[in-house]
């Protein structure tokens, strides 16, 4: 009995161990909120840390949805990209994924020293991340900093928050850009089965 409740027990830590490590690293979400209509846009840069190294071969069979919320929880707006709106480059060490006006990428490298992740080896699961979404118009008016980024594939859900922020509006508020970076952490959720 006690060696099938280690059995459980080293499993459950396996997993959280795997699921703690997996993890999206935004370096930056930039959003234009304009008053004109489907003329709003936002941006993503960071990294993707996904050691099992199964995330393109996911993408390809299940497609990937890229969420925008803002400071009140509320989504500004949502990408969904079919498995066809995505290509699977370089033996899976590439993919991009586009609709119109949506563009997500995400590209193999090593991470960099500031994030003080340790090498995965030849299943490198760490990719370089960005994303450009234009012709959208924002559900929620206005824009509350800070920004929270949500991409979703499979049962797979990755989420960061930037919270420092900084507001600029042009042309007699017509136009609000936001743009933030990582600043104060925020508590967030190891990735999780993704609700339907």
Not at 14 to 29: G, K, M, P, V, W
Not at 38 to 59: A, C, F, H, M, V
Not at 94 to 109: A, E, N
């Amino acid at each position: 009995m006690r060696r099938v409740l280690s059995f459980f027990a080293l499993s459950a830590l396996l997993a959280l161990t795997a699921a703690q490590e997996a993890e999206l690293s935004l370096t930056r979400i930039d959003a234009v909120d304009s008053s004109r209509i489907n003329k709003d846009q936002w941006r993503i840069k960071g990294y993707l840390n996904e050691p099992s190294g199964n995330i393109t071969q996911t993408i390809g069979q299940s497609g990937l949805v890229a969420e925008l919320l803002d400071g009140a929880d509320d989504t500004l707006d949502t990408a969904s990209f079919a498995p066809n709106d995505c290509r699977i480059l370089a033996r899976g060490k590439r993919v991009v994924c586009k609709t119109l006006g949506s563009r997500l990428t995400l590209r193999q490298s090593k991470p960099p020293k500031s994030l003080h992740v340790a090498s995965h080896g030849r299943a490198n699961g760490f990719y370089r991340v960005s994303g450009n979404f234009r012709r959208v118009n924002f559900q929620e008016d206005p824009v509350v900093s800070p920004l929270t980024v949500e991409l979703m594939t499979g049962e797979l859900m990755f989420s960061d928050t930037n919270t420092d922020c900084s507001i600029k509006s042009k042309r007699m508020n017509t136009k609000t850009t936001i743009k933030c970076k990582p600043g104060t952490p925020v508590p967030t959720t190891a990735p999780t089965a993704a609700s339907t």
